[in-house]
Structure formats: C-alpha cells, structure tokens
C-alpha cells in the first residue's frame, strides 16, 4: 500500500497543482509587500540624501548673502530650515526600525503542510 500523499498524486494530480499554484500565489503576494516596504524606504533615504545636500547649499547661500549685504532678512533662514527639515523628516522616515515579517505567511503554509505529512504518515502507519 502507498504512502497517502502518493496516492494523493497519482489520484488527483489536479489537487497538486492547485496547492502549488496557490504557493505561487502566496509568493507573489509576499514578494509584493516586502519590496513595496523596501523600495518606500529607498526613496525616503534617497529624498534624505538629497534634501540634505540642497539644505547645505542653500545654508551656503544664504550665509554669502547675509554677508555680503551686511544684513539678515528671515527668508534666509526659512528656506533652508525647511529643506533640512525635509531631510530630517525622510531620513526618520528610512531609517526607523521595522520588523521584517515577509514571507511569514509562507513559512506558516509550509508548516502546515509539514505537519498534515507527518500526521497523514502516523496515520498510514498505525
């Protein structure tokens, strides 16, 4: 006599390939948000990267400027506080902890699955 899943395959091969199509589902969908996270926080360290370097361009700026009309009008301060306060907001945003739990779906389907062999070959055995 066969081991169940043996006689699962050779009887309804279409049950099969619906699991692991439903595998390639649960895959896709996984991969999905995982780089939907990843590539949300790429952007957010690049706009920090660059709103960094603009903000100390602009301090630059308006630093020359302040001196060489010997006097200081807020504008000066305004615009580049703001593009600092846009590197510091995307730099929180890219660099705060996120607990990773891609593909835990998946590994809970495997398990799951692992444990019906086991107990369907318990089962066949006694």
Do not use: C, K
């Not at 700026?61 to 995307?90: D, R, T, Y």
């Not at 607990?99 to 019906?116: G, N, P, S, T």
């Amino acid at each position: 006599m066969l081991h169940p899943i043996y006689s699962t395959v050779l009887g309804h091969p279409e049950l099969i390939a619906d699991h692991m199509a439903n595998y390639g589902a649960l895959v896709r969908q996984e991969t999905h948000e995982a780089s939907r996270s990843l590539i949300a926080r790429l952007i957010a360290g690049v706009l920090a990267a660059v709103s960094a370097m603009l903000a100390l361009g602009l301090i630059g700026v308006a630093v020359m400027l302040g001196v060489l009309h010997g006097s200081f009008h807020w504008v000066l301060a305004v615009v580049p506080g703001v593009a600092v306060l846009i590197a510091l907001v995307s730099a929180y945003v890219a660099s705060r902890p996120q607990e990773f739990h891609a593909f835990a779906d998946l590994r809970a389907q495997i398990d799951a699955d692992v444990r019906a062999l086991h107990v369907a070959g318990e089962n066949h055995g006694g």
